[in-house]
Every structure is written in C-alpha cells, then in structure tokens.
C-alpha cells in the first residue's frame, strides 16, 4: 500500500534525500516521507523547489522495481488528483491555468531496485507570498490548508491506479493532457512544433524544414528560448 509506514517531519532539508535513507535501510515499496515544511526541496535540472509551510505537499514515496515512464506515471497521478483542468507540460510539470502548480522529481538506484518519487504540489498556496522570480509562472490549486491531508490521500489513490496502468493506456492518459500538443516549443538544440510523445515517452517535435524529431529529456520552452530561464518549481 502505498504511504505504509509513513514518516511526517515538521521540518526537514529534503523529504526525498530522507527517503532515500529509508531505501538504504531497507523500507519496503510505498514508504512515505512528508513534511509540513522544507527548506531544500529540489526540482529537475537541480533547481530548488520553493514551499510554503503547511500550504504545500512535500513528499516522497521509496518505489520498488518502479517503470520506467514513472514521470508520466507520476505526471498523469497528479494531473488527476489536481482536477480535470490540469495538463502536463513534458515530461512531467503539472499546469493548472498554465502556471505549474506541481513538479516531479524521480532519482535513485534502479539497479538496486528502489527508486524515490519526489513531488511538491500548490496545494493552498498564497501566490503573493512566493518569491518575486515565480509570480510569472507559479500557481496554486487555491485550497484551504486544511486541504493538504485530503490531497494526499487522492494522489496516493491516483498513484497506484496509474502504476498498474499498462503502457499504452498509459501515454493515452498523458497525451489526453499534454498542453504542449499543437505549440511552437524550443530546446537548446533548435525549435519546432510540438507534436505529441511516442510510445517510449519522449517528446515528438515536428522541424520548420520538414522531419520529426524525439526528445529524450532536457528543457522544453513555449515558443522561442527565453534570454534567461527563471528558477523552475
């Protein structure tokens, strides 16, 4: 079952970096690490994930044999418990409105068998209250704080439906949110208009000359490249 055992801080560096402790110890598949606040949560590409203390979900679950499209996996879950308005931006940011209101970050050792699920959502979140550098893209689903415990129990409940997904149905939960579809999107190695993801999950983007081209990771931006990229959540 997943959130058994649960460990809930009131405060520590990284829900996931406590997980992965957990995982070396040997906690079983479904081990839940969550904290009221966290002053060092991090986001892909090593950015910092900002919280606002008992306004946001911070948590990490240790996953056994995980999939490998657990970001989809992850992204899809959340997307559901987020209400049918939200849509992913790929791989795995969760958007509501078209401000990312939640963000995934899956490490570990799947050679090892374990891997840490990592997710921070805007649960009840003030957009005032965030860092300047966020108000252009940040946003919160606009709960009451009271709201957080009975978020988490949704997204667990969509978690284990979504990981006993089969493939296929899988990517088609994905793309039926994939708010990239149709866009004019840039990348560090050139641009084009997003078209969807394959069946191994990477981004299909169709080129200005002609052709297609798969993504397998790396920044994805709407439009043109931004001259600098604020912090992401």
Known sequence: MLGTPRLHLRSTDSTSDRAKELALAGAPHGALVTAAAQTAGRGRQGR???????????????????????????????????GPGAQIKWPNDVLVGGRKV????????????????????NVAVDPADLPP????????????????????????TALD?????????LLDEWRARDALAGHAVAWAGGTGTAAGIDGEGRLVVTLPGGGRTALNAGEVHLGRLPDTEPPSR
């Open 48 to 82: 910092r994930w900002t919280t606002q203390p008992g306004a946001t979900l911070a948590m990490s679950l240790v996953l056994r044999d995980a999939p490998p499209l657990l970001p989809l996996v992850a992204a899809v879950a959340v997307a559901q418990a987020c």
């Open 102 to 121: 939640a963000g995934i970050l899956a490490e570990g050792r799947p050679q090892d068998g374990w891997t840490i699920l990592g997710i921070g959502v």
């Open 133 to 156: 550098d966020l108000h252009a893209r940040a946003g919160t689903l606009g709960r009451a704080r009271a709201d957080v415990a009975p978020f988490l129990a949704d997204l667990l």
């Open 161 to 169: 439906g979504a990981l006993a997904l089969e493939t296929a149905t």
